[in-house]
């Protein structure tokens, strides 16, 4: 008789406790991730302004968009943003590969040298672009003073508000703090790395930089497009370093998509606009990714690691 | 032509010595297997004559060519890995032709000698295929086809079956003595296992802790082994090794076991031992045989009975367990008849092709 009555309650139980159980994780995404998505789509439809509440309901259509597409400037920050991806993640790479295979090679403190490589991440981006801007500084910075006393150079160089330097300096910085997340995904790669084929290539006729070129390289490209996925995310939101080092300037010659939506969005108090642009960013930020997914995936599928 | 010399090769891990002063003349065109356990050297002989390790001492050549400090590139050589070690990134013809690419041969070339190796070895049918999508043995005949295409002086065998199962074992080996018997090359191939030893070799090399201990003919080394390490390793099952004394009885010398169990020593041999020498009788399974279920023997013939403890049943002949004097002993039956356990049996023994051995060094006393 009992059994009668409990069976109803646990079958709507049953119905229930899935649901129930994802409910928070849903809630979650949905206030945090979801809403707040939405809410800043829809304002890159207003004339929102952060000082006047009111224009929040002051729909524009497209026009915010209309408004920063034939705006040149920024067109040359979502270009130089480009440049600026596409160089550092090169020389992250480069270097990184590098400095992996040089330390595959050690055979005693390795593991010392691998830890000594990570010191750079362990420092927030805001401390690593005030050290480097006052290493830069044109006229108490360690870099002019050396040049100078080494005779290299007589005037003072202004690195970070010349053209081409600025962009320079910032790229170095970026470089310097962020190489060692190549260096120890490829590093990863390598140790996972069979040594048969290596060997079977050496005996096959190739010189060591064919084995690298023919045997080593391609087993590493998917470590490679990992790094390179997380690490187009990571400079492609780039801000913080920037702000810091020049603050998108001088005359706007170092502003990055990210600088301009911030300036925009809280000095100028434009959000509606700000959010606009901050759409194209992700949409740019989706290409890479996407880019960067199928290189990998097409890489892993010949490894045998996929599907 | 390409024959292989090693005069006193060492090598060195650091400060210890895992090969011992190796001397080797391998012929133009011969099979020759190094054989032993684990740990005795014989990979790494092998990986020094392809150049994959560094010769600590002594001399290699290859087809009178010195190639101590020879990149393994330049040493003209061919050589399959246990593991495959085909390329994973690259499509079974690329695997193929990747040496030849290398050699920067015309792409003509290319595609003809790798249909060419693809031929011998059927294995056209999976051309266009990566390493991941192929079985074991498929994988092992790409790589014996990189190893063909390349026609190279020398091809270098290092343990290449010992990853593939029984059945596909054994079939692979016959298409290796096949590969060799169309493809005239030298051959050294590396193994544990004493059967593809016995099967494929024109010489063998059985090694031990980084010493040679004998080199010869398949038989040679099965009929007449040096010591009682190639006596208990090569053939199967392993040789009967029973400790013993020498003694004088009934005007012949014995060779006494422990309980009293005696055997006369083979008449080849009574000049070789003296009275109380201790020695080690040894005889392989075939040459121990129940009477009528038994080889015809040539030579003198001994008489023995012995309980059977367990038989193992293999179809043309039976495996027989006993005890004799404290060691354990196998023994064959032919044309078998079920065997209780526990019966007692008369045996025949082959005399003339028994062994003995100096207890103390182990070492055959045929000489």
């Given at each position: ?307 | ?50 150049g994959l390790e560094e010769i600590t001492g002594g001399e290699i050549s290859i087809g009178g060519r010195v190639v101590n400090d020879l990149a393994p590139r330049k040493r003209d050589i061919s050589m399959v890995f ?286």
């Amino acid at each position: 008789m009992s059994s009668d009555h409990i069976q109803p309650r646990r079958k709507r139980s049953r119905d229930w406790t899935p649901a129930l159980l994802l409910s928070p994780a849903f809630l979650v995404l949905i206030f945090v991730v979801l809403v707040p998505l939405l809410f800043s789509l829809y304002t890159s439809f207003t004339n929102y302004r952060l000082i006047r509440p009111e224009t929040l309901y002051d729909w524009i259509g497209i026009r915010n968009y209309q408004r920063i597409f034939s705006d040149k400037h920024f067109w040359s920050a979502f270009g130089r943003t480009i440049v600026f991806l596409t160089i550092a993640l090169n020389l992250e790479f480069i270097l990184g590969l590098g400095i992996a295979l040089l330390i595959n090679r050690i055979t005693w403190g390795q593991r010392t040298l691998r830890t000594i490589m990570m010191f750079p991440m362990m420092f927030s981006p805001i401390l690593v672009g005030y050290q480097f801007k006052f290493i830069f500084n044109d006229n108490i910075g360690i870099l002019n003073n050396a040049l100078q006393d080494l005779g290299l150079s007589d005037g003072a160089i202004a690195w970070l508000v010349d053209k081409p330097l600025g962009m320079f300096t910032i790229i170095f910085a970026e470089v310097w703090m962020s190489t060692s997340v190549f260096a120890i995904l490829l590093l990863a790669g390598l140790f996972a790395m069979p040594r048969d084929p290596l060997e079977a290539a050496k005996v096959d006729g190739c010189n060591p930089w064919q084995v690298f070129r023919h045997i080593t390289l391609p087993f590493l490209m998917p470590f490679a497009f990992i790094a390179m996925t997380i690490r187009s995310l990571d400079v492609a939101r780039a801000y913080d370093i920037v702000d810091v080092m020049t603050g998108g300037g001088p005359a706007g010659r170092t502003e990055l998509l990210w600088t301009m939506i911030a300036r925009v969005g809280y000095d100028n108090s434009r959000m509606g606009q700000a959010n606009a642009m901050a759409y194209v960013s992700i949409m740019l930020s989706i290409a890479f990714t996407y880019y960067f997914f199928t290189k990998l995936i097409a890489a892993r599928k010949y490894m045998g690691g996929a599907e | 032509m390409a024959d292989i010399q090693l005069n006193n090769v060492t090598k060195n891990y650091g400060k210890l010595e895992v090969v011992h002063g190796i001397n080797l003349d391998i012929e133009h065109n011969e099979f020759v297997v190094l054989v032993g356990p684990s740990g005795c050297g014989k990979s790494t002989t092998l990986r020094m004559i392809a150049g994959l390790e560094e010769i600590t001492g002594g001399e290699i050549s290859i087809g009178g060519r010195v190639v101590n400090d020879l990149a393994p590139r330049k040493r003209d050589i061919s050589m399959v890995f246990q593991n495959y070690a085909l390329y994973p990134h690259m499509t079974v013809r690329e695997n193929l032709g990747f040496g030849l690419k290398i050699a920067k041969q015309s792409k003509d070339i290319i595609e003809q000698r790798v249909n060419e190796a693809a031929a011998i070895l059927s294995i056209e049918d999976l051309m266009d295929r990566t390493p991941a999508e192929l079985s074991g043995g498929q994988r092992q005949r790409v790589a014996m086809g990189r190893a063909i295409v390349r026609h190279p002086q020398v091809f270098l065998f290092d343990e290449p079956l010992s990853n593939l199962d029984a059945k596909l074992r054994v079939q692979m080996r016959t298409e290796i003595k096949r590969l060799h018997q169309k493809v005239k090359t030298t051959i050294v191939y590396v193994t544990h296992d004493q059967v593809e030893a016995m099967t494929l070799a024109d010489r063998i090399v059985v090694m031990k802790d980084g010493h040679i201990v004998q080199v010869g003919a398949p038989l040679d080394v099965f009929e007449r082994p040096v010591d009682t390490f190639v006596a208990s390793f090569i053939g199967s099952p392993p040789m009967n090794l029973i400790p013993g004394e020498i003694a004088l009885q009934d005007g012949r010398l014995h060779v006494v076991f422990q309980a009293e169990n005696t055997m006369p020593v083979p008449r080849d041999l009574a000049d070789k031992v003296v009275e109380g020498q201790k020695v080690i009788f040894g005889f392989r399974a075939d040459d121990m045989m129940p009477k009528a279920h038994s080889l015809p023997i040539l030579g003198e013939a001994y008489d023995l009975r012995l309980a059977v403890d367990i038989a193992e049943p293999l179809g043309t002949e039976t495996l027989l367990f006993s005890t004799f004097s404290g060691a354990d002993i196998q023994t064959k039956m032919f044309n078998p008849r079920r065997v209780e356990p526990g019966e007692v049996m008369d045996f025949n023994c082959a005399l003339d092709k028994t062994h003995l051995f100096d207890a103390q060094t182990g070492k055959s006393l045929r000489g």
